[in-house]
């Protein structure tokens, strides 16, 4: 196995520069995909995500629709080119069981109780994978639903935290998430700070873990921001553009009044 | 095929939780009546049958020689599996593993890859070439809740049992036994209204609102962890459930080394 490279310095610094409880850049753009009813993509660091989502619409197969809920579906999927060799298309036992804990994570903030019988399903892509792949879809699912007009009680943020070097730090890179101790990838309600994904693996102690869900907790109020601000821009009309768009219905229906006159 | 729960139930069960009360009158960190029992096919390389309660389940170890993976050319290989049988519950279909059962085996798997429970470094033959393939197999008897843990159990348990068949399989060396170097403990706790509890049943399992399993080492640090269903845990609660599952996998460590 290879020498394990030394992911933090004697100052706190990691591998790409950044300090402990330091986010990659992100960046969200909601309204990305033109025939589904809410998308959004999103850069994490080296990650690329597409998120679409249909619905609520009817429930296929049918045997599946709960006669007084919303049933959430949400597909992880890795592109075969993602990640460095060649991944084998189609489900794993992994994407299978992260579309599990994300679509529970979704039923608890979608008012499911508003469409009994149908399904809301979520497709997402991960067309560029770089550690963290799972609160990066997570993220972008979150800003996708509102575009689609999902009601939901709140955005969920993912974040995740991890220790590297004996540091609890987050939101792991490549390397981080390879030689690092440990990982703890979550979904937090960013007003209430509710969790509602949580999974992790390595090895931590409990005052490791509280120390990492504080920072978790701080990041996730972060990202909610670049949630917003995503939606803010989709749906964002200048007041020009709202007043010659009036000014253009007006004119038509003057005209139709005369046509008919 | 959905479990079905009659409303007087899930509202009993409901008013229990808020009085701090069970539906079969355990304590709230009270676990359902635990036995192992290693040893129990004799076919397998390792084996355990676990009671967690009703909850019954059987893990068998199998050795297989095979090829390692390419980025661990010298490393034999872990796979966990879990079969969730159609005789074991009424919702229980037959057909490829679902999602429940998939993540079973991968929350099960989990917990003993990231404690190195089985060093698989020592399981190399020839690099490259040949190694051992250990498969842990956990096949569900009967479901009663719980099988997170049941599961953990029984895997660890047939995995303390195993011995590697040096002289049966290759003809070469002495069997020897498996070397388990820890012992990762499971604990799940459910979560119905603000009420939190250890080892949900089958009844409470179906109507909680969130699911919480952590696996601790027994020097107590955290493992593994693994939330689930649809509802949400604080911060607190987290932390509850964590120092939870340290107190009790201690408990629960005993019996299983003792068995």
């Given at each position: 196995m290879a020498e394990t490279p030394k992911l933090i310095d004697s100052k706190g610094k990691r591998l790409d520069g950044r300090k402990a409880n330091e986010l990659r850049p992100l960046t969200i753009e909601a309204g990305t995909l033109k025939r589904a009813d809410g998308s959004a993509y999103l850069e994490w660091g080296n990650n690329k995500v597409m998120a679409a989502v249909y619905g609520p619409r009817e429930?296929?197969?049918?045997?599946?629709?709960?006669?007084?809920?919303?049933?959430?579906?949400?597909?992880?999927?890795?592109?075969?080119?993602?990640?460095?060799?060649?991944?084998?298309?189609?489900?794993?036992?992994?994407?299978?069981?992260?579309?599990?804990?994300?679509?529970?994570?979704?039923?608890?903030?979608?008012?499911?109780?508003?469409?009994?019988?149908?399904?809301?399903?979520?497709?997402?892509?991960?067309l560029q994978a770089d550690a963290g792949t799972r609160v990066a879809a997570l993220t972008a699912v979150a800003v996708a639903l509102a575009d689609a007009g999902i009601p939901m009680k709140s955005l969920l943020a993912g974040v995740a935290f991890g220790k590297i070097g004996g540091t609890v730090v987050l939101d792991l890179g490549k390397d981080e998430d390879n030689y690092g101790e440990a990982d703890v990838p979550l979904a937090i309600i960013p007003r209430t700070e509710e969790i509602v994904l949580l999974q992790m693996d390595g090895d931590l102690t409990a005052k490791e873990f509280q120390k990492g869900m504080k920072m978790a907790i701080a990041a996730a109020k972060e990202i909610y921001e670049v949630q917003k601000d995503a939606l803010k821009r989709r749906y964002a009309v200048s007041v020009e553009a709202l007043e010659a768009e009036e000014g253009a219905e007006e004119e038509l229906k003057e005209e139709t009044v005369e046509e008919e006159a | 095929?959905?479990?079905?729960?009659?409303?007087?139930?899930?509202?009993?069960?409901?008013?229990?939780?808020?009085?701090?009360?069970?539906?079969?009158?355990?304590?709230?960190?009270?676990?359902?009546?635990?036995?192992?029992?290693?040893?129990?096919?004799?076919?397998?390389?390792?084996?355990?049958?676990?009671?967690?309660?009703?909850?019954?389940?059987?893990?068998?170890?199998?050795?297989?020689?095979?090829?390692?993976?390419?980025?661990?050319?010298?490393?034999?290989?872990?796979?966990?599996?879990?079969?969730?049988?159609?005789?074991?519950?009424?919702?229980?279909?037959?057909?490829?593993?679902?999602?429940?059962?998939?993540?079973?085996?991968?929350?099960?798997?989990?917990?003993?890859?990231?404690?190195?429970?089985?060093?698989?470094?020592?399981?190399?033959?020839?690099?490259?070439?040949?190694?051992?393939?250990?498969?842990?197999?956990?096949?569900?008897?009967?479901?009663?809740?719980?099988?997170f843990d049941a599961g953990n159990y029984a895997a660890l348990a047939a995995l303390m049992n195993t011995t590697i068949p040096n002289a049966t399989k290759l003809?070469?060396?002495?069997?020897?036994?498996?070397?388990?170097?820890?012992?990762?403990?499971?604990?799940?706790?459910?979560?119905?209204?603000?009420?939190?509890?250890?080892?949900?049943?089958?009844?409470?399992?179906?109507?909680?609102?969130?699911?919480?399993?952590?696996?601790?080492?027994?020097?107590?640090?955290?493992?593994?962890?693994?939330?689930?269903?649809?509802?949400?845990?604080?911060?607190?609660?987290?932390?509850?459930?964590?120092?939870?599952?340290?107190?009790?996998?201690?408990?629960?460590?005993?019996?299983?080394?003792?068995?």
């Amino acid at each position: 196995m290879a020498e394990t490279p030394k992911l933090i310095d004697s100052k706190g610094k990691r591998l790409d520069g950044r300090k402990a409880n330091e986010l990659r850049p992100l960046t969200i753009e909601a309204g990305t995909l033109k025939r589904a009813d809410g998308s959004a993509y999103l850069e994490w660091g080296n990650n690329k995500v597409m998120a679409a989502v249909y619905g609520p619409r009817e429930c296929h197969p049918r045997h599946m629709a709960h006669p007084a809920r919303a049933l959430v579906r949400v597909t992880y999927n890795m592109a075969s080119f993602s990640v460095g060799d060649r991944k084998r298309p189609g489900p794993d036992r992994r994407s299978t069981e992260i579309s599990k804990v994300t679509s529970e994570a979704f039923a608890s903030v979608v008012f499911l109780e508003q469409f009994p019988r149908s399904s809301i399903d979520v497709f997402v892509e991960i067309l560029q994978a770089d550690a963290g792949t799972r609160v990066a879809a997570l993220t972008a699912v979150a800003v996708a639903l509102a575009d689609a007009g999902i009601p939901m009680k709140s955005l969920l943020a993912g974040v995740a935290f991890g220790k590297i070097g004996g540091t609890v730090v987050l939101d792991l890179g490549k390397d981080e998430d390879n030689y690092g101790e440990a990982d703890v990838p979550l979904a937090i309600i960013p007003r209430t700070e509710e969790i509602v994904l949580l999974q992790m693996d390595g090895d931590l102690t409990a005052k490791e873990f509280q120390k990492g869900m504080k920072m978790a907790i701080a990041a996730a109020k972060e990202i909610y921001e670049v949630q917003k601000d995503a939606l803010k821009r989709r749906y964002a009309v200048s007041v020009e553009a709202l007043e010659a768009e009036e000014g253009a219905e007006e004119e038509l229906k003057e005209e139709t009044v005369e046509e008919e006159a | 095929m959905v479990e079905v729960v009659h409303e007087l139930t899930r509202t009993h069960i409901q008013r229990l939780a808020e009085m701090g009360k069970r539906i079969d009158g355990r304590d709230l960190e009270e676990h359902r009546p635990l036995t192992v029992e290693k040893g129990y096919i004799e076919s397998a390389e390792g084996s355990a049958r676990v009671h967690l309660g009703a909850t019954d389940l059987l893990v068998g170890v199998k050795m297989e020689l095979g090829s390692p993976y390419a980025d661990r050319p010298e490393s034999g290989v872990l796979i966990v599996v879990a079969e969730l049988r159609p005789g074991a519950s009424p919702t229980f279909e037959l057909g490829p593993p679902k999602p429940p059962a998939i993540e079973l085996a991968r929350v099960v798997d989990r917990g003993i890859r990231s404690t190195d429970t089985v060093d698989v470094s020592k399981l190399g033959i020839e690099p490259g070439e040949k190694v051992w393939l250990l498969f842990v197999d956990i096949h569900i008897l009967d479901y009663e809740g719980n099988l997170f843990d049941a599961g953990n159990y029984a895997a660890l348990a047939a995995l303390m049992n195993t011995t590697i068949p040096n002289a049966t399989k290759l003809g070469e060396g002495k069997d020897a036994p498996l070397e388990v170097k820890h012992q990762p403990i499971s604990v799940t706790a459910a979560k119905i209204g603000e009420t939190i509890f250890i080892d949900p049943s089958l009844e409470e399992e179906r109507i909680a609102d969130a699911r919480l399993t952590v696996v601790t080492d027994e020097k107590g640090h955290i493992r593994a962890m693994q939330k689930g269903l649809t509802g949400s845990f604080t911060v607190d609660e987290v932390n509850q459930v964590v120092a939870l599952s340290q107190k009790i996998g201690k408990e629960i460590r005993k019996t299983i080394a003792e068995a």
